[in-house]
C-alpha cells in the first residue's frame, strides 16, 4: 500500500531579516492601519513538494528539519542557497527535505509593502497521517 503522508512546510522569517521595529502605538492618534514592517515569505506550493521516503515511512521514522533557504525580490528560491539548519536526525528525512527544495515555490518577503531578497528557515514536518491530526504542530 502507497499511502501519502503528511508533510507539512510551515515559514518561519529568519531573525536576520528583520527591519526596522513599528513606531509605538500612540493613544492620542487616530486609529490607522499600517503594513507590518516585515512579512516573511509565503509558499504558493498547491500540494507540498517533499515527499515522505518509503523506506522511513514503512519503519516509522519521524523528524523535522529545518532548511535555510534564499528568495529574492521576485520570489525566486535560489536552490544552491539552500542549507540544512537543523537536521531530524534521520539522514534519509534530511536528504527528501533538500530534494523537495528545487519545485517550492514562494511569495516574496515584504518589508515596509515592497518585495525584498531574505534568509529565512523553513521547517518541512514528517509525520505519520495517525499522529499528524494528534499532535501539535510547533
Not at 10 to 23: E, F, K, L, R, Y
Not at 42 to 57: G, I, L
Not at 117 to 133: D, G, K, W, Y
Request: proline content about 14%; aromatic content about 6%; charged content about 15%.
Amino acid at each position: 500500500m502507497n499511502r501519502a503522508a503528511p508533510v507539512t512546510l510551515m515559514a518561519i522569517a529568519w531573525a536576520a531579516c528583520g527591519g526596522p521595529q513599528p513606531p509605538a502605538a500612540s493613544s492620542s492618534g487616530p486609529a490607522t492601519t499600517a503594513q507590518p514592517p516585515f512579512e516573511a515569505p509565503v509558499a504558493t506550493n498547491a500540494e507540498p513538494p517533499v515527499r515522505y521516503p518509503a523506506d522511513a515511512f514503512q519503519q516509522n521514522l519521524e523528524g523535522t528539519v529545518i532548511l535555510r533557504l534564499f528568495v529574492d525580490s521576485l520570489g525566486r528560491l535560489r536552490p544552491e542557497s539552500t542549507r540544512v539548519a537543523e537536521g531530524s536526525g534521520v539522514p534519509a528525512l534530511d536528504s527528501a527535505a533538500k530534494a523537495g527544495v528545487p519545485a517550492m515555490r514562494f511569495a516574496p518577503a515584504r518589508r515596509n509593502g515592497r518585495a525584498v531578497s531574505t534568509a529565512f528557515l523553513q521547517p518541512v514536518h514528517f509525520r505519520r497521517p495517525e499522529r499528524a491530526l494528534s499532535q501539535p504542530q510547533p
